[in-house]
């Protein structure tokens, strides 16, 4: 009896665990997104990939000629500190 139970038990506590350890598993590694304005395309565009940035100085990174910034609303700029 003790088996029969642990058999059909046995399963369901895997599957269970299994779905548990996937929402726990963080495999979105992307990074926070950028975004910048160009006035020939509406709305504000989202850069999902990496920005070149300077290496030296407070210059601005530009994406595509571009300030690129680090909020949607287009007020904190993205520079290299």
């Known amino acids: 009896m ?8 046995l399963p ?3 599957m269970v665990l299994a779905a548990g350890l996937a929402f726990a598993n963080d495999a979105n590694t992307l990074s926070d997104p950028d975004y910048y304005n160009n006035p020939l395309i509406p709305g504000v ?10 290496t030296s100085g407070k210059n601005p990174c530009l994406y ?6 680090d909020d949607m609303n287009l007020t904190i700029e993205k520079r290299f500190d």
């Open 45 to 54: 565009q989202v850069i999902t990939s990496g920005v070149d940035c300077p």
């Open 2 to 9: 003790k088996t029969k139970i642990l058999k059909s038990v």
């Open 12 to 14: 369901v506590l895997a």
């Open 64 to 69: 595509n000629g571009f300030q690129v910034y």
